[in-house]
């Protein structure tokens, strides 16, 4: 697929497997998403994103959860229990 992409999605079933996938992609500096787990080691995030950033490739990862109807009703019972 190198040179026939515009941008790449990475998504393994096992979320330890997604950095090295996405690896000659990101050093080819072709803008990647990782779903989620980005990764299991927050050691090995951070040598990924510095790799990327030096090469000048944007990578990100994300989830919409945050922003869901549920995740607010949760946030609003939890301050209701604080008052």
Do not use: N
């Amino acid at each position: 697929m190198m040179g026939k992409i515009d941008a790449l999605i990475v998504d393994h079933r096992h979320g330890d497997l997604h950095l090295d996938a996405a690896l000659p992609f990101v050093k080819a500096g072709i803008p990647t998403f990782i779903d989620k787990p980005f990764c299991y080691s927050s050691q090995a995030a951070k040598i990924f994103l510095e790799m990327a950033r030096a090469v000048g490739t944007p990578v990100t990862s994300y989830s919409s959860i945050a922003h869901s109807y549920a995740t607010e009703d949760m946030r609003r019972q939890l301050a209701e229990k604080r008052t």
